[in-house]
């Protein structure tokens, strides 16, 4: 069995198929009910370190604001490799079965539900648009000017533009998923972790996972019925890392900066030092993925907005 793992520490520690028999609708989307969350943006601080974990404490003013989505929708569990193979391998360029986890699942589970990483933030995007396209939706995503790696052929650089007023499957923004993780507004806001505040319930992590990915959907969902939100893979999302200070007391729909070289990695993972992590984070102590790497530990989920 290949063990090892790889993963892009940013700023601090991490804040941060789908057809399975029983789903209610194809892709086991749940729709979640708007709402808002309130989160502390500490100040930049001058000279210090990106990767400085002590950040808040010496930041005696910290600002806090609320942060408040529309409707919208996410799917119940992380994108399986089956479900990227049977999307991407009608695209001749694209490598359909990228996943370093590609044989050997623990005991009786199915290696074909088992999430699909090693792919990059833009592979995500390209799921995305093809699986929009092969269900008759409008692409969210442009993506130009593509560049493959040679070896695996995912894509390591390519110009992309989001138009959030089509109605295709898209990446999560950081602030839906945290929203979704922590139970939307069926949180009771007692639990630490996306579920429950016992961790084996809810999560592969370093303790329970044997350095592996999981078959999706086997531990216990959180309130909204969403599941692996704290382990297994932790999931891309769409947002560059939150470089600047949001100068207002309440941001609706944020989609983070306009540009950058790190997207936001969500949900911990089954690997020592990120697994068991916290679905609430603050900006500073957060998880990074250079957006044309690819990494085992990481996958993804998707969303659609609410029409």
């Known amino acids: 069995m290949k063990k090892k793992s790889q993963i892009i520490f940013v700023s601090g520690i991490l804040a941060c198929t789908l057809v399975l028999s029983g789903c209610k609708d194809k892709y086991g989307m749940v729709k979640i009910k708007g709402g808002a969350f309130t989160e502390v943006q500490a100040k930049q601080i001058e000279g210090l370190k990106v990767a400085d974990v002590d950040l808040l404490e010496q930041e005696k003013n910290p600002k806090t604001f609320s942060l408040s989505m529309s409707d919208f929708y996410?799917?119940?569990?992380?994108?399986?490799?089956?479900?990227?193979?049977?999307?991407?391998s009608k695209d001749a360029e694209s490598n359909s079965k990228p996943s370093y986890f590609d044989e050997s699942p623990a005991g009786n589970e199915k290696q074909e539900l088992r999430p699909v990483e090693r792919v990059t933030w833009y592979d995500c995007l390209l799921f995305c648009n093809r699986l929009s396209k092969q269900e008759g939706l409008d692409p969210?995503?442009?993506?130009?000017?593509?560049?493959?790696?040679?070896?695996?052929?995912?894509?390591?650089?390519?110009?992309?533009?989001?138009?959030?007023?089509?109605?295709?499957?898209?990446?999560?923004?950081?602030?839906?998923?945290i929203y979704a993780a922590s139970g939307g507004t069926?949180?009771?806001?007692?639990?630490?972790?996306?579920?429950?505040?016992?961790?084996?319930?809810?999560?592969?992590?370093?303790?329970?996972?044997?350095?592996?990915t999981h078959q999706v959907g086997l531990k216990k969902p959180n309130e909204l019925g969403l599941y692996d939100m704290n382990g297994n893979v932790a999931e891309w999302c769409w947002d560059c890392l939150w470089t600047e200070t949001l100068n207002c007391d309440a941001v609706s729909d944020y989609k983070g900066p306009s540009s950058g070289r790190y997207r936001y990695i969500l949900g911990?993972?089954?690997?020592?030092?990120?697994?068991?992590?916290?679905?609430?984070?603050?900006?500073?102590?957060?998880?990074?993925?250079?957006?044309?790497?690819?990494?085992?530990?990481?996958?993804?989920?998707?969303?659609?907005?609410?029409?």
Do not use: C
């Open 74 to 88: 996410i799917s119940k569990y992380e994108v399986t490799q089956q479900l990227y193979d049977s999307v991407m």
């Open 140 to 177: 969210v995503y442009t993506i130009d000017d593509i560049s493959r790696y040679k070896n695996g052929r995912g894509i390591n650089k390519a110009t992309v533009t989001a138009d959030y007023s089509k109605n295709g499957y898209r990446l999560p923004t950081r602030a839906e998923w």
């Open 186 to 212: 069926k949180s009771k806001n007692k639990n630490n972790y996306s579920g429950s505040a016992n961790l084996d319930e809810i999560a592969w992590h370093e303790n329970n996972a044997d350095e592996m």
């Open 268 to 307: 911990g993972t089954f690997v020592k030092n990120y697994s068991g992590i916290e679905f609430y984070y603050d900006i500073y102590r957060e998880l990074g993925g250079i957006q044309g790497s690819r990494y085992q530990t990481i996958g993804f989920r998707i969303a659609r907005n609410v029409k």
